[in-house]
């Protein structure tokens, strides 16, 4: 059983107040989400919490809407799978311009940059995206000169820190990865030709994460330092000014040393992992936070750092391919409510302020029914089923759930598909074997979440069509269910 339940578990800021210029932190705003925060309360707390700037990963009409008038600048994706189109058609790109940055902008939408595509060229591709993505940032480039607002607007590509490298470790040995070298230099002379930024995405804990000997105090921007790294007259103390110092080597060597640098994603996640916890992240995004306060920026480009934290909200439907603690970026937890303290400078309070008026459903849990045996056939199917459909990321080893036991375990499977299914009595059955219960199954650490009135939902809302929420999905799947148990 403990096999099967397994396998089933596998399957900004700154204080740049420079007289007259405040650059700020921004967050980034994903939506993928079995019940994402209404649009008008994710403005009201990015309002709330000082964020300046805010980077979206699609112009969602909703999420475009509410930032009308907000003083919120924007960063706007566009998502990888529209590249192709983009680029094999002037035509298909003015269209994209029009309708998603020219009247986003007449509606008072202060959209700053254009994000064609999203880490395009990342190893995991397999290079899907090599032959596209230039011509469709050349396309959307020439569409912005067309539609009058090139000037207000720039493109940019959020690049997954891979596409550099350093075979020695040291940034002064950073170069573009050599198989994609031509292509990213074609690609930073287009931006500088441009005025427009190189945005990269850097993600300390995955490093730590990907490396069992990667020394962990070597993560963070601040505390203790082992395990410095020299490089000429430069002592790194932390992977992040190593990591960026290695791409300003990478645009030095293709002559555009001066490219500005936008950090389009880092954070640290707090949960799903063993280095993914409360601590860590804390840790890790205080003292980025610091770090932009300060002005300091890193060792080669000394100044103000220009960055989007990864990520404002968790978001439950995101793919666990990278990891179980990708659903856990969020410096929110999926209800609005922070994680931990954090001082967003720019602030007013000095740290977070949670989401307002946020409407949850009943107080109502579904769990494991106690007179049911843990070795009922029905239950190792009905568990790895409810945690494909739900979400099981917090439970394993040295997570905030590894203190539940095996009913634990189930009833946490269970609940997350019921709470997942707006708390429809028919999610609650699993042939028997489960229960509604008004008493909380939550423990010091793990919480048996109740879930929230959905505000408006992106890739989720598409399966459910006809705005009946997720029951019709829960339907869709019960002939499988039933095969299962
Ligand atoms: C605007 O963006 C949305 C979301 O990415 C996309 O579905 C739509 O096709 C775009 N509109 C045009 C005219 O390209
Ligand atoms: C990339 O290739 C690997 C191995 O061939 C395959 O498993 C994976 O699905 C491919 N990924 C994409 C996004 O095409
Ligand atoms: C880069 O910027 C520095 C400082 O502003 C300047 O002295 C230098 O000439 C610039 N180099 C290039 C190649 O533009
Ligand atoms: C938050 O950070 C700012 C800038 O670093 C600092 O001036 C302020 O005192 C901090 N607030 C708190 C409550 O720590
Ligand atoms: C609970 O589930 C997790 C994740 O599958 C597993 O690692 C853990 O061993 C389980 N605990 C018990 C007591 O079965």
Not at 282 to 298: D, E, H, I, P
Not at 423 to 436: E, K, L, S
Request: hydrophobic residues 40%; glycine residues 8%; charged residues 15%.
């Amino acid at each position: 059983m403990m096999g099967r339940w397994s396998s089933g578990l596998l399957k900004v800021v700154s204080w740049l107040c420079l007289v007259g210029f405040v650059s700020g932190i921004g967050a980034n705003w994903g939506t993928q989400a079995s019940h994402p925060l209404p649009p008008n309360t994710v403005v009201q707390m990015l309002r709330d919490n000082g964020f300046q700037k805010v980077k979206l990963f699609d112009p969602e009409d909703s999420a475009m809407s509410a930032l009308s008038k907000s003083q919120i600048q924007v960063m706007v994706g566009i998502p990888n799978e529209m590249l192709a189109g983009l680029a094999s058609s002037m035509k298909v790109a003015e269209n994209w311009v029009s309708k998603n940055i020219s009247s986003y902008i007449k509606d008072g939408v202060d959209i700053r940059y254009v994000a064609v595509g999203n880490e395009p060229f990342l190893e995991t591709y397999n290079g899907s995206f090599l032959q596209t993505t230039f011509p469709a940032l050349q396309n959307i480039q020439s569409a912005l000169i067309k539609a009058g607002v090139s000037s207000q607007v720039k493109v940019t590509v959020p690049l997954n820190a891979d596409v550099y490298e350093s075979s020695s470790g040291k940034p002064s040995d950073g170069d573009f990865r050599a198989n994609i070298h031509d292509l990213m230099v074609a690609i930073v002379k287009f931006l500088s030709d441009n005025g427009a930024p190189f945005t990269v995405n850097i993600y300390p804990f995955i490093s730590l994460y990907n490396d069992p000997n990667f020394p962990v105090d070597y993560a963070f921007l601040y505390g203790p330092t082992a395990s410095p790294v020299g490089d000429g007259s430069i002592t790194y103390t932390n992977v992040f000014d190593a990591n960026h110092d290695t791409l300003v080597w990478a645009l030095q060597k293709s002559g555009f040393g001066n490219l500005s640098i936008i950090v389009g994603e880092i954070g640290w996640p707090t949960d799903g992992d063993m280095s993914a916890n409360i601590q860590y992240a804390q840790r890790f995004n205080q003292g980025f936070m610091q770090r932009v306060s300060s002005g300091q920026g890193t060792p080669l480009r000394p100044g103000a750092i220009d960055a989007y934290l990864f990520s404002l909200i968790d978001e439950d439907q995101k793919s666990i391919q990278p990891g179980n603690f990708e659903r856990h970026w969020g410096v929110f937890y999926y209800d609005g409510q922070p994680k931990y303290q954090l001082n967003i400078s720019t602030s007013k309070t000095g740290t977070l302020v949670g989401a307002k008026n946020v409407k949850y459903l009943d107080k109502k849990w579904c769990v494991f029914t106690p007179s049911v045996s843990l070795d009922d056939s029905r239950v190792a199917s009905a568990a790895s089923y409810a945690c494909a459909k739900a979400d099981c990321t917090s439970l394993g080893y040295k997570t905030s759930c590894s203190d539940l036991d095996a009913r634990g375990n189930i009833s946490y499977a269970f609940n997350s598909y019921y709470q997942i299914n707006d708390q429809d009595g028919r999610a609650c059955d699993f042939q028997g074997t489960a229960t509604t219960t008004d008493r909380d199954p939550s423990t010091s650490t793990c919480r048996f979440e109740i879930m929230i009135e959905a505000g408006s939902a992106t890739s989720w809302r598409l399966a459910a069509v006809g705005g009946q929420g997720v029951g019709l999905v829960f339907y869709a799947f019960l002939p499988l269910l039933l095969t299962l148990l």
